[in-house]
């Protein structure tokens, strides 16, 4: 009976959450059923922090008083279920605002919650609370959080975008970081206007309803309009994991891409235009190409700069670029259009990433190199992609200086604590595109440095069972560079270097800290703490029991999904070798000792070797993780996740002594 009960429940529970999607589906705004708000889980996925119960969206043309636009309207419905949903309820729109190109207007946004009496609340948005906040110059963004947004809640807004770009649409994501109960696209396009339709990513059940109607236009004339629908139902979340360019590249979404406009009577064109028609365009365009000049001043300074470097192509690319990392910072901006002249850039030694670059390539020509502009689209903004030609993919411009024949150099000068032929990790995207004056073409990006670090650990171990000793660390490449970046952004290195050196010991006594080469970005960075401790040891009768590893153990495998369908990108190579040296307190002999490993995957893509070492009075040990390759397709997946797993498992075994 209690058995035949439970399973009725299960049965009643599912079909009221499947009618509460369907009252959710109402496409008026702010006309919710106050039942919904009592759903408290989420039946095809009861994990779930959050849930979109409503995601609608419609592309169409508008003739308008100032001429024809292109209106995207959004209106989306979200249930909170846990505490980790809230973050559902900051909301953020990205728009170009420089020049009015865009306008993002009509945001409403309600929050439906149970207070504390069982009333259900409808709180509206109050307009004051959306703020306008510019990102770059360039790209600005509207702002604000759910009001009384609470666990329970439905979290619903709508607002509309108005475009002057009238042929580049916005791609539409059925899928997110949350699960999707319904999810609905609706684009009302001239029968004249020839779009692609691309669905991509993992594909789900797609409907797919067609109609057309008429559109009035200027001069009178008739448009025929077709009306597509797609309706997708039941998305699960795609959860995110370490090591990941941008979840955006792997969402189920539907892009849209023009090939043709055929107007009878008006006009005919092919739209897909060349990526070197575009790098022209753009060229000579006043907000971009026409802000390659070098600043008289800077002329007269160059000199000084460059002096002593000869006919070096080498020396003068570090010279130049040092001076300008040295010179200038970065207010912490991209964009695809620098936001300063370079003469007042020069004059205020401030600005965003492109005007930085802008400014170094002006150098570098001067000084008589091979320098171009490149193009890129940074790790969190997505991948680049070299088929459909078009600018709104890229937020960030770097230098390409040709070296000779088929060699060259990427600089990126907005970090002060890279070298000039290392670029900072956002920019480490696959490709990007190198802008001539009438031509344009596709770069490789490829790491010239690795993320490498040895680690030398020294001790004695003293009967009462602290170890006494030194722990050494030399950083290379990424490495390097990002503790140089850490130290940077604090005042007191010796704190932060304490930190960093004691992480993972509960009690350790510092008694010494020297750290070598901090300025010198081409050489390695080394720092070796003394110190004593009585962490990773036990003492147990006549036994000891060691943790060899120390504070350098992988203590959790950060690839945890079942199955990952999007690839395992870890930007650069990595190599990380560690040694352990310890002089055994007299009286004491080895009993048991962790077994050597050695785990190769498949064309040597990530090697682990582990060996240990006893000669009587000091023991000896080495774990060496080397990962020469940058990316594993999904498919490899569970080869790099047991490669994890493995580490894991080794990093944690002991060693027993015991007292003769």
Same mark, same amino acid.
């Given at each position: ?70 209106? %995207?309207?959004? %209106? ?5 279920? !846990? ?38 609340? %409808? ?52 899928? !997110? ?14 029968? @004249? ?40 139902? @039941?998305?699960?979340?795609?959860? /995110? ?17 023009? /090939? ?58 570090? !010279? ?21 002249? +370079? ?20 150098? +570098? ?13 940074? !790790? ?31 600089? @990126? ?184 490993? /050695? ?24 774990? %060496? ?36």
């Amino acid at each position: 009976m209690k058995i035949a009960l439970s399973v009725a429940l299960i049965v009643l529970s599912s079909l009221y959450t499947h009618t509460l999607l369907a009252q959710a589906k109402n496409k008026k705004f702010g006309k919710l059923d106050d039942q919904y708000v009592s759903m408290q889980v989420y039946e095809p996925d009861t994990s779930a922090d959050a849930v979109i119960l409503y995601n609608r969206g419609i592309v169409e043309y508008q003739l308008l008083g100032d001429g024809l636009k292109l209106v %995207h309207t959004y %209106h989306k419905r979200i249930k909170v279920l !846990r505490a980790g949903g809230l973050d559902q309820a900051d909301i953020s729109i990205p728009y170009i605002a420089a020049s009015r190109i865009e306008d993002v207007t009509e945001i409403k946004a309600i929050t439906h919650y149970e207070d504390e009496n069982g009333k259900i609340i %409808h709180q509206k948005l109050n307009r004051k609370d959306i703020i306008d906040e510019d990102r770059d110059g360039y790209v600005h963004q509207k702002k604000f959080a759910f009001p009384n947004a609470r666990v329970g809640a439905v979290l619903e807004y709508t607002y509309k975008v108005y475009t002057d770009y009238l042929f580049s649409m916005n791609n539409w994501y059925f899928q !997110r970081e949350i699960p999707v109960a319904y999810s609905e696209y609706e684009t009302r396009l001239p029968r @004249d206007f020839d779009f692609r339709h691309l669905t991509l990513g993992e594909q789900f059940e797609l409907e797919r309803e067609r109609r057309s109607t008429q559109l009035t236009v200027w001069n009178n004339q008739q448009w025929t309009v077709n009306i597509l629908t797609y309706t997708c139902k @039941d998305i699960p979340a795609l959860s /995110r994991e370490p090591h990941i360019t941008s979840m955006k590249n792997y969402y189920f979404r539907l892009e849209l891409q023009l /090939r043709t406009i055929n107007l009878p009577g008006a006009f005919s064109s092919n739209y897909l235009k060349s990526w070197g028609e575009l790098s022209k365009q753009l060229m000579e365009s006043d907000s971009y190409g026409g802000q390659i000049k070098t600043p008289k001043a800077l002329k007269e300074q160059l000199g000084l700069i460059l002096a002593g470097t000869g006919d070096s192509t080498e020396a003068k690319i570090n !010279r130049i670029y040092k001076w300008v990392q040295s010179y200038v910072k970065w207010d912490k901006r991209r964009g695809l259009y620098p936001n300063k002249k +370079l003469a007042t850039l020069y004059k205020e030694k401030t600005a965003n990433g492109t005007s930085i670059n802008l400014l170094l390539l002006t150098m +570098l020509r001067e000084a008589g190199l091979n320098a171009y502009p490149m193009l890129v689209c940074t !790790r969190s903004n997505g991948l680049p992609q070299s088929v459909f030609p078009t600018l709104r993919q890229f937020n960030h411009t770097i230098v390409y200086v040709n070296t000779g024949g088929d060699d060259y150099v990427l600089l @990126d000068a907005i970090n002060k604590f890279t070298p000039a032929n290392m670029l900072p990790m956002p920019d480490l995207n696959m490709q990007g595109m190198v802008l001539a004056e009438n031509s344009a073409k596709w770069v490789p990006i490829k790491p010239q440095h690795q993320l490498k670090k040895e680690t030398h650990a020294i001790f004695k171990l003293r009967l009462d069972g602290s170890l006494e000793g030194s722990i050494k660390n030399t950083d290379y490449g990424y490495a390097a560079a990002n503790r140089r970046a850490s130290m940077g952004h604090t005042d007191n290195h010796a704190a932060y270097l304490h930190k960093q050196m004691t992480h993972g010991f509960t009690e350790a006594e510092v008694s010494s800290m020297d750290v070598q080469f901090v300025e010198e970005l081409n050489e390695p960075l080394k720092v070796k703490c003394g110190m004593e401790t009585s962490d990773f040891v036990q003492m147990s009768g006549d036994f000891i029991y060691l943790q060899p590893m120390l504070n350098q153990a992988i203590k959790e495998n950060p690839f945890k999904l079942e199955k990952r369908s999007y690839p395992v990108d870890f930007a650069y190579p990595r190599n990380h070798r560690y040694i352990l040296s310890i002089t055994l307190p007299e009286g004491y002999v080895v009993d048991e000792s962790p077994k050597p490993a /050695r785990i190769v995957l498949p064309n040597r893509d990530a090697v682990f070797t582990y060996q240990f070492m006893n000669s009587g009075s000091v023991i000896q040990l080495m774990s %060496h993780i080397e990962i020469p390759k940058t990316t594993y397709n999904s498919e490899e997946y569970p080869f790099i996740k047991e490669f994890y797993e493995l580490i894991v498992a080794k990093h944690a075994e002991q060693i027993v002594l015991k007292k003769q």
